[in-house]
């Protein structure tokens, strides 16, 4: 089976973009144009010296002499100056061979070609041109076309979904033209398609394109051999030293017992790579027949192994080191540029719990925090605390808080749970601020991600909620209850480009929450609600939006609802699909301490997104309607 290439675990987000940075301006000196640029770029014709013992000029229609002129065998000797003319004789009479070679590719197997050579003394280019004139005739076209399964699981009715999947995907069909590149992508796909699930050892076993030159008909036919149906057996990491093998192998989430699948086993090789514990990974099989001296051996290695295979999967590890450091730098527009310094112990002393520890200096939101987390035990359910000291904005007031959180958290596939206990203290400073009060509750939280990726979606949908119920500590104990939740979805819209696979889609978001408490009860800010800024309701400073105080300043208030639509659309430039996409966007929020007290703000704009290889970078420009400014939104990554 294609072995899968090794994964290490991804770097801190400013870190890394300071390093991708470094690497693209290095890496930009290749793209500089050179003194060859305008000539050959074949390294034989860049290497030699002197003057050019001929000129070559390629006469045919232009997906053809594009082909030619790129490829053609002759081109190699243009600037071998001590060419003898004997010798370019016999490569003159090779061309027609070459020729008819290069463009049966491309689907013509009956062209006309007229090699012809001058002497031109006169020329400051050479003193002799070479003219290859190519009428390639009638293209063929796909008579029939034929895809059957042979061999071990031919017929296996748990692969039938797979088989008519190949079947009904196949596009090589009666009238179509026929080319080199379309028959070796069709092949590909189809045994990409077994090779995906369930069969990771499958290959083809026979195919044929049958070329009529007289007729320009293309009879092609191919046969898959599905071979052994493989299911993971128990995950086994070799390498393992400083970390406990059974708990960091329940991070992988490798679904034992169930039929291979490619995407899971990338999935649980992700997990591990980015756990902190490994500097790199690399998953296999376990129980594959090794390439023997030949196909016949082959052969008899997978009627050995039957229909049926229960394989152990290997994780190839290199553990991280014990502690580290990492820095990083970074801005937003809404809080400005920051500096962090993150301290990781993968094994606490006496514990054996991973530490991650935090400083965020910036000047609207420094804190410092710090997370221990357990390793899963048998139901995958692990334990965490977390505490964090920071300083923040909440609308005209600034927020000195303490946040302390213990309880068990669990992540599958799709869905992420966790319960825990919260403590809570706040103390406001600016005129006009509430008293500080603290607070403890008792949550439960339930996350559900169903994207077609967890890097840049382009659709599927999101939910979140939360709930929570407690009293407050200071200045007066009250119970309270707190309910909070958030949706996205992604929907797809008009046509799909057919090279990208993309299309314009639509981003559906909301979120609300509501505070239950008797009305003169004091809560710590932290339980409130506040919006407004990148993430948020554009248009608007960040944490802007709020209720407001019997002075007139805006503060964090009871109620929460916000909403967005969003047009996303690819950017198309001379018929090329660009890895950048174009957005307009409509924002709409509000905070109050009653619900008729909610007044909506909102914000319109439009922006640009970016498919980095370390996620979408976006960038809107909006107009917050009740404000009446324009406002720059900048966001890095996507995350729910």
């Avoid at 280019?125 to 003219?131: D, H, K």
């Avoid at 400083?359 to 939101?365: G, I, Q």
């Avoid at 669990?410 to 319960?419: F, G, L, T, V």
């Avoid at 198309?572 to 996409?581: A, C, L, M, S």
Wanted: proline share 7%.
């Amino acid at each position: 089976m294609p072995k899968l290439p090794p994964a290490t675990a991804p770097a801190r987000g400013p870190a890394f973009l300071f390093l991708l940075s470094a690497a693209l301006m290095l890496g930009g000196c290749s793209l500089l144009p050179s003194k060859n640029d305008d000539k050959d770029t074949d390294p034989s014709l860049i290497a030699a010296t002197g003057d050019p013992a001929f000129s070559l000029v390629v006469d045919a229609p232009k997906e053809v002499r594009e082909l030619l002129e790129k490829h053609l065998e002759l081109r190699r000797y243009r600037y071998q100056s001590d060419l003898q003319r004997r010798e370019l004789t016999r490569l003159l009479g090779a061309t027609d061979a070459n020729v008819r070679d290069l463009i049966g590719t491309l689907g013509y197997f009956s062209p006309t070609v007229t090699v012809e050579i001058k002497e031109t003394p006169e020329s400051e280019e050479a003193p002799l041109q070479v003219t290859v004139k190519v009428d390639p005739g009638e293209p063929a076209t796909i008579a029939r076309s034929q895809v059957r399964f042979a061999g071990v699981n031919a017929d296996d009715p748990d692969g039938a979904s797979q088989r008519a999947t190949i079947e009904e995907d196949w596009p090589l069909q009666p009238g179509q033209r026929f080319s080199q590149s379309s028959w070796s992508q069709a092949k590909s796909q189809g045994l990409r398609t077994l090779q995906s699930r369930r069969y990771p050892l499958a290959r083809i076993d026979s195919s044929l394109a049958d070329i009529d030159a007289d007729t320009h008909e293309a009879d092609v036919s191919v046969a898959y051999a599905p071979g052994p149906a493989y299911t993971f057996g128990p995950l086994r990491i070799e390498g393992a030293q400083r970390y406990d093998p059974v708990g960091t192998a329940r991070i992988a989430r490798l679904p034992e017992g169930e039929e291979y699948d490619q995407t899971a086993l990338v999935d649980a090789q992700l997990r591990l790579a980015s756990s902190g514990y490994y500097d790199s990974v690399f998953l296999t099989l376990a129980n594959v027949p090794q390439q023997g001296e030949s196909a016949a051996e082959d052969e008899e290695a997978l009627k050995r192994k039957g229909a049926q295979v229960t394989t152990p999967v290997i994780a190839q590890v290199r553990e991280a080191q014990m502690q580290k450091w990492v820095f990083g730098v970074g801005m937003s527009t809404d809080t400005g540029p920051r500096l962090s310094v993150d301290h990781i112990h993968n094994r606490l002393p006496w514990l054996g719990w991973r530490a991650v520890t935090r400083m965020r200096f910036d000047r609207k939101n420094p804190l410092i925090s710090t997370q221990w987390t357990a390793l899963p035990d048998e139901t995958l359910w692990r334990w965490f605390t977390t505490a964090k000291a920071e300083r923040a904005p909440s609308g005209d007031f600034d927020v000195n808080s303490l946040q302390l959180r213990a309880g068990r958290t669990k992540s599958e596939d799709h869905i992420d749970r966790n319960y825990y206990l919260q403590y809570d203290y706040a103390k406001t400073q600016g005129d006009g601020a509430p008293p500080s009060s603290s607070s403890v509750t008792a949550n439960y939280g339930w996350t559900g991600r169903y994207f077609d990726s967890t890097l840049a979606p382009s659709s599927g949908f999101g939910f979140a909620w939360e709930v929570g119920a407690g009293t407050t500590l200071t200045p007066q104990r009250t119970p309270f209850g707190r309910v909070s939740g958030r949706w996205l979805s992604l929907i797809p819209i008009g046509e799909v480009d057919p090279e990208t696979k993309r299309r314009s889609r639509l981003a559906l978001r909301a979120s609300g929450g509501a505070v239950l408490a008797r009305k003169d009860v004091d809560l710590p800010v932290t339980q409130l609600f506040i919006t407004g800024g990148d993430n948020t309701v554009r248009g608007y400073g960040y944490q802007s939006i709020g209720a407001r105080t019997d002075s007139g300043k805006v503060i964090g208030g009871r109620y929460m609802a916000v909403g967005s639509i969003e047009w996303q659309r690819p950017i198309v430039i001379k018929g090329n699909t660009q890895d950048w996409e174009h957005a307009v966007f409509l924002d709409a929020g509000t905070v109050g301490d009653a619900p008729d007290s909610m007044y909506m703000r909102v914000g319109v704009g439009t922006g640009l997104r970016w498919r980095s290889p370390v996620g979408p970078v976006q960038a809107d420009i909006a107009w917050g309607a009740q404000e009446k400014q324009l406002r720059l939104h900048l966001r890095l990554g996507f995350n729910f």
